[in-house]
């Protein structure tokens, strides 16, 4: 049996018990960004619920284009209002630079690919810079956002300062701000 059959096997089972749809708005108003890392259990992790979050994954979880897209329809027409950003620690992005991952791609497949793949080094200065360009956006309504770093071993999600932003009492904070005691 395939992953594919075996995924479609417990939806057939998840369908039996399935509640039933949600409000196509999700119920909190936020949306997720977050690299595609496997490691990183989102649901569990943020203590989210089906139709809690919209939840945008990339390699990476990096700002792109299209991640404003998708972060430009869930506010405007979907209704969110803040940003969470996911990175996390042991990323493969951090393993390559954009050049050795193209030469990579080129020479398996005879094709470079015309978009970069956005590596970097530092989460953290990653983290701060996808900040920065939510910030810059002209398209969203909010630029509520705030930032984070998962540790892989640990299962600990860090928030990471932005300089940029006003301080967290000033602006009221978030659930992520609100019940840690540091």
């Not at 892989?152 to 940029?164: C, H």
């Amino acid at each position: 049996m395939s992953e594919i059959d075996r995924m479609l096997a417990a939806n057939a089972e998840w369908a039996e018990r399935f509640p039933g749809s949600k409000d196509v708005r999700p119920a909190r108003r936020v949306a997720v960004v977050a690299c595609m890392d496997s490691r990183m259990p989102l649901f569990q992790m943020l203590g989210l619920e089906v139709g809690d979050a919209h939840v945008i994954r990339n390699a990476g979880g990096v700002i792109t284009e299209d991640v404003v897209r998708s972060l430009t329809v869930s506010q405007h027409v979907l209704g969110t209002r803040e940003i969470l950003l996911v990175h996390h620690t042991q990323c493969g992005l951090q393993a390559t630079d954009d050049n050795s991952f193209a030469d990579l791609v080129e020479q398996a497949t005879g094709r470079r690919p015309p978009w970069a793949v956005r590596a970097f080094r530092d989460a953290e200065d990653d983290v701060r810079e996808s900040m920065r360009l939510i910030r810059e956006s002209p398209y969203l309504l909010s630029r509520e956002v705030r930032g984070t770093v998962y540790d892989v071993d640990t299962g600990v999600l860090r928030e990471i300062e932005d300089p940029a932003a006003p301080h967290h009492s000033q602006a009221g904070g978030g659930p992520l701000q609100r019940g840690q005691d540091r």
